[in-house]
């Protein structure tokens, strides 16, 4: 069964470093998603992205988040400079688009990023 | 604005007893209603889903779930549980026009022998 992956398992970088959370979307989706959860607290939505271009966006996603889809496989999250606060699971998803807008999305095993 | 009130933050239950994990949601449009389930160490997977019809789903593992309008609710049901059912379970809406799933807190499920 296709799945979403997601790389690394856990990230740990330090405050004001740049890092990169890097997923696979199942091949023939359309749309992707990021989203995360700090540690005892809910998953957040943060971005969406569909035809190369931010779908939509939550408030935390503000201008030290980054999305792309270099290739045709990766869909990439960047955080420029890194805070403490952005220590959390973060969840890349994908969904169809067969014209409901309430496909089901898929989830990746996440990325566990810790900074310190 | 959307949100999920998961109440139970965690419910231990014996083996082949019944359970249910509560879930309640507020929002001003319609809303359609999901519950995933999170093993360790894995990803979110989705159980059932509500999107419009009968008010009774049946997702997946023997789950159901019943949205109640009037009450605002979505709770998850299982008549008899067993151990591999240990797991976080999610209850999540979207609604309007928007993509973005809004989540509960989740429910910690723990099946005892």
């Known amino acids: 069964e296709p799945e979403v992956t997601q790389t690394p398992s856990h990230q740990v970088t330090q405050m004001g470093q740049e890092v990169i959370l890097r997923c696979v979307p199942i091949s023939n989706h359309l749309y992707f998603y990021w989203y995360r959860q700090i540690l005892g607290q809910k998953v957040e939505f943060l971005v969406s992205f569909y035809n190369n271009e931010i779908s939509e966006k939550s408030e935390i996603f503000d201008d030290q988040f980054s999305v792309e889809r270099p290739d045709g496989s990766n869909f990439t999250l960047k955080i420029r400079s890194t805070k403490l606060e952005d220590s959390a699971m973060y969840f890349c998803?994908?969904?169809?688009?067969?014209?409901?807008?309430?496909?089901?999305?898929?989830f990746g095993p996440g990325t566990r990023l810790t900074v310190t | 604005a959307q949100s999920v009130t998961q109440l139970d933050s965690q419910v231990p239950v014996f083996e082949e007893a019944p359970v249910e994990l509560r879930c309640n949601y507020s929002s001003s449009v319609s809303v359609y209603l999901f519950w995933y389930v999170q093993y360790p160490n894995q990803g979110l997977q989705l159980l059932l889903k509500?999107?419009?019809?009968?008010?009774l789903v049946k997702g997946i593992n023997g789950f159901e779930a019943e949205f109640n309008k009037s009450q605002t609710s979505f709770h998850l049901r299982k008549p008899s549980v067993h151990i591999s059912d240990t797991a976080e379970y999610f209850c999540a809406l979207t609604s309007g026009s928007a993509r973005q799933l809004t989540f509960g807190s989740g429910t910690q499920l723990t099946v005892l022998p």
């Open positions: 998803a994908s969904s169809e688009n067969l014209g409901d807008i309430k496909n089901e999305q898929y």
């Open positions: 509500y999107l419009s019809g009968s008010t």
